[in-house]
Nanobody, 114 residues
Framework: QVQLVESGGGLVQPGGSLRLSCAAS????????MRWYRQAPGKERELVAH????????NYADSVKGRFTVSRDNAKRTVYLQMNSLKPEDTAVYYC???????WGQGTQVTVSS
């Protein structure tokens, strides 16, 4: 069955960087676009980044444009989210997802705080 396992979260100071990974299994990864979402406490889950099956084009939420970069390695069945210049408002649980399917991973917590 479809499995999505996010990792790489943690506690980082403002201005710092993190790289999230999402390992996928149970489907033909190279055939699907992938997305990163996040959900902050008390807020709706929001779309952060989108990447096509071949790696471009990519799209980003305005709030992360210029700071976050989504990429993928189809041979490793993994999608990444490089997050730079992190801000406290980036604090959230981050999830990867296959557009159009209902499967979610367990998420990875990102906390940006001094």
């Amino acid at each position: 069955q479809v499995q999505l396992v996010e990792s790489g979260g943690g506690l980082v100071q403002p201005g710092g960087s993190l790289r999230l990974s999402c390992a996928a299994s149970g489907f033909t990864f190279r055939s699907y676009a992938m997305r990163w979402y996040r959900q902050a406490p008390g807020k709706e889950r929001e779309l952060v980044a989108h990447i096509t099956s071949v790696g471009n084009p990519t799209n980003y939420a305005d709030s992360v444009k210029g700071r976050f970069t989504v990429s993928r390695d189809n041979a490793k069945r993994t999608v990444y989210l490089q997050m730079n210049s992190l801000k406290p408002e980036d604090t959230a649980v981050y999830y990867c997802k296959i557009p159009g399917l209902s499967h979610w991973g367990q998420g990875t917590q990102v906390t940006v705080s001094s």
